[in-house]
């Protein structure tokens, strides 16, 4: 079902209040942040030309300045890289997180509990100008394991291995309604109820192929065909394509993505267009919203749609302020399936290489009681 009136117009006002007091207290004296703060593409400080992972020496420098571009003369001193001689990279992403979760008028504890989110170990290899591999072993798994061929004529490459599937906005946040979605948390585990029709955590075997073809717009065009779940299970056949633009102060993009299950006869497919502006160097505004279905082999269609707008305000290089609001509905035919997320949060970033979160966030589902979270998350990346 779609949010009510009363609280889309309780989300904007938020954010828009939120918003316009940031903004009168302090000038704006950062540079953008991340790809639409900078005006560059994810591939200008990562390996994976859709962004995340293991970092170029660009993002590396971008990560020990704090996020930003110029040097900061107090930490002038690190004299650390992450290149070892001339072809081998290494990087990381730990995470670890203290999840607290209660249903709103049970006055009980439902989750206390702190976990590791991420423990990303990457290793690339840059034999040559045009070929790159990269393996990433996270945890318990291994993640990302492929091998491209780029910067070839019009910017073509070709990647063969096993990568996270391309499509969307990629986020940080993987319990994002527009990605695996924020419910089940009381059963210990996020992300089982998004947009998704699979989760965008996980890695799958297949070819990815894109293009930045016209030298004057700064446009990347890829797609790929993956295996569409585990090696073996199925047939060949997810499809994904995505076009992404981004430049001075302004991102936006489209994407699909279809699946034919020939096990299950089962199929899905979702489109999304996202944008994020710059309003000043300080004040970022991002937004996704998608549609899409999942058709049973019997010809029961699921009717899914989601969106998501955030605000990110940073008043130095240590403190960075969001206000989210997240919405899905996973059958807009069936009463009952509709969830809202209102977040707020700050990243903290005293050191470089790394950050502590602070969130708060209030689920409010149509088919159970609402749900209060708070989390902390301390984030290490080199």
Known sequence: MLPSRRSLVRALAVTVALVSALAAVSSAVALPLYSTRQGLPCSACHFDPQGGGARREMGFLYERNRHEMAPEERWADILMSNKIGEALYFGTNLREQYTYVTEVGSGETGVSTFFPMQGAFYVVFAPMANVTAQYNRDLRQTRDAWVMVHDLPGGLYLRAGQFRVPFGLRMDDHTGAMRAGFRDALAGSFGTSGFLPYDPRNVEAGLEVGATPFAAVPVLFSASI???????????????????????????????????????????????????????????????????????????????????????????????????????????????????????????????????????RRVVPEDAPDQNQGLVQWHFYY
């Open 226 to 360: 993956t295996n569409g779940g585990e090696a073996f299970a199925q047939e060949a056949q997810a499809l994904t394509a995505r076009a992404a633009y981004t430049s001075g102060r302004v991102m936006t993009g489209l994407s699909g993505y279809h699946n034919y299950r020939s096990t299950t006869r089962d199929s899905d497919w979702r489109s999304s267009a996202w944008a994020g502006i710059a309003v000043t160097p300080a004040l970022v505004l991002l937004g996704e919203g998608g549609v899409g279905e999942s058709e049973s082999d019997g010809g029961l269609v699921r009717r899914t749609r989601g969106f998501f707008a955030e605000a990110d305000y940073r008043f130095s290089r240590t403190v960075l302020v969001r206000a989210k609001y997240d919405y899905v509905d996973l059958d807009q035919d069936t009463a009952g399936l509709a969830q809202e997320r209102y977040t707020v949060e700050s990243d903290l970033t005293f050191l470089p290489f790394v950050d502590m979160k602070l969130s708060l």
